[in-house]
């Protein structure tokens, strides 16, 4: 039996969710030839001035759709998208999966509008073989044939067609542009940790802010809040990785829920150990005076005026306060350089501490005897000096107990 012979369109409207492809779209879009346009017409799809009539009232819907799109993207990005740390949009999918979503009327219908412009193409029964419509169309990036007249020999509704071609696809290109700003602004903090942290501190502040009651009651309740992702937090920090690279790791990857439950949680247990974090119980354990001690310090440390090269602290001071803290000699130097260095950046320390090495080369004239004991004893006089100035007596403490969630 013979197969009916018809004409078929076979070509490939899928698309793929990647930023590659978004830009492909959009150098795309952002051509307005007339020549394209005129040659697409030929290509024998739009062959009547009903079907001219019908695509222009197909592409002004469009354009209404995109715009409102549009719309809807400039929202997000007022809403503080970028700035929030947290989002329930990136859980599932990535940021341009997630904008190209949001899209999706402009992408499908840009798409069927490409379709429009390219040849028609003879099939016996279905094919399976199909080329991309971007590749294939007039109007996309296939090539085309020069007119040698202008939009001027065609009827006036020709020319309106191409003229609302023209807009929609401009608000397709601004579609596309405000997402691919979105995602530049997202991978800039990613790949720049200091800028997620200060994102993490501010959205942690507004958690806090605004579950002090919540905090108090579980506080109160002498609660047990560990959760699975403060663990995590806690083993990233043991591989010394800083807060601000956690951060970076962290950025857009939680959902809101997941961001306050750890938040909550960390303050809740931070609390209920008397502010004592699992980093500090792995240097000084349970003891909560030399904790105390040790933050006061830590925090105050630029009144002393740490030696060292320009904006740094030295590694000769550095191994003298490792000495003084009287961390538990299991964990190592570099350990605690990781929690002093997240705890004087977060107590507004103006200095840069230098790198592990050179800290272990104090650490090594200290033990060797170049660094002499008087040299030793006369810096932790002034350390004893400078936390007796600032700490909170003890008993003092005892009745202020759990204020830090009074904020």
């Not at 952002?30 to 009539?53: C, M, T, W, Y």
């Not at 904008?99 to 499908?108: A, E, V």
């Not at 720049?192 to 579980?218: C, D, G, M, T, W």
Request: positive net charge; aromatic residues 10%.
């Amino acid at each position: 039996m013979l197969l009916k012979r018809r004409w078929s369109m076979i070509y490939d409207k899928h698309i793929d969710k990647t930023e590659e492809a978004l830009r492909e779209l959009r150098g795309v879009y952002a051509q307005d030839d007339v020549d394209r346009f005129q040659d697409g017409l030929l290509s024998g799809r739009i062959d009547s001035e009903e079907k001219v009539i019908k695509f222009t009232n197909y592409i002004r819907t469009s354009d209404g759709l995109t715009q409102l799109e549009y719309s809807r993207l400039q929202r997000l990005q007022e809403e503080g998208y970028i700035d929030k740390f947290a989002t329930n949009y990136n859980k599932r999918f990535s940021t341009c999966h997630m904008l190209m979503n949001k899209m999706r009327s402009g992408i499908s219908r840009g798409l069927k509008v490409l379709e429009q412009f390219c040849v028609k193409r003879r099939s016996h029964g279905k094919s399976r073989s199909k080329r991309k419509v971007v590749d294939s169309s007039k109007m996309g990036k296939s090539e085309y044939n020069l007119s040698f007249w202008g939009l001027e020999h065609y009827k006036e509704s020709v020319l309106t067609l191409y003229n609302e071609i023209v807009s929609y696809k401009q608000h397709l290109t601004d579609c596309i542009d405000l997402c691919l700003y979105i995602m530049q602004q997202v991978a800039y903090i990613r790949n720049h940790p200091v800028v997620a942290y200060e994102k993490h501190q501010r959205s942690r502040q507004e958690v806090l802010e605004n579950n002090r009651s919540v905090i108090k009651r579980f506080v109160e309740m002498n609660a047990e809040m560990e959760n699975e992702l403060m663990e995590k937090v806690e083993e990233w920090k043991q591989e010394k990785k800083s807060m601000e690279d956690i951060s970076a790791m962290l950025y857009h990857t939680l959902d809101v829920n997941e961001y306050n439950d750890w938040i909550i949680s960390e303050e809740v247990m931070a609390a209920r150990r008397d502010g004592i974090t699992n980093q500090e119980r792995a240097l000084w354990s349970d003891d909560k005076q030399q904790v105390m001690r040790c933050r006061t310090a830590y925090s105050h440390i630029d009144e002393l005026e740490p030696e060292g090269q320009k904006d740094h602290i030295g590694g000769k001071f550095l191994a003298l306060l490792h000495n003084w803290s009287n961390v538990h000699s299991s964990r190592g130097l570099d350990y605690w350089l990781t929690y002093f260095t997240d705890y004087y950046k977060a107590s507004g320390g103006t200095l840069i501490p230098v790198r592990i090495g050179a800290v272990k080369r104090g650490a090594k004239q200290i033990v060797t005897g170049k660094i002499s004991q008087k040299d030793v004893v006369f810096f932790n006089r002034k350390m004893d000096n400078l936390v007796k100035k600032y700490m909170i007596p003890a008993s003092m403490k005892e009745k202020n107990i759990k204020k830090a969630v009074d904020f």
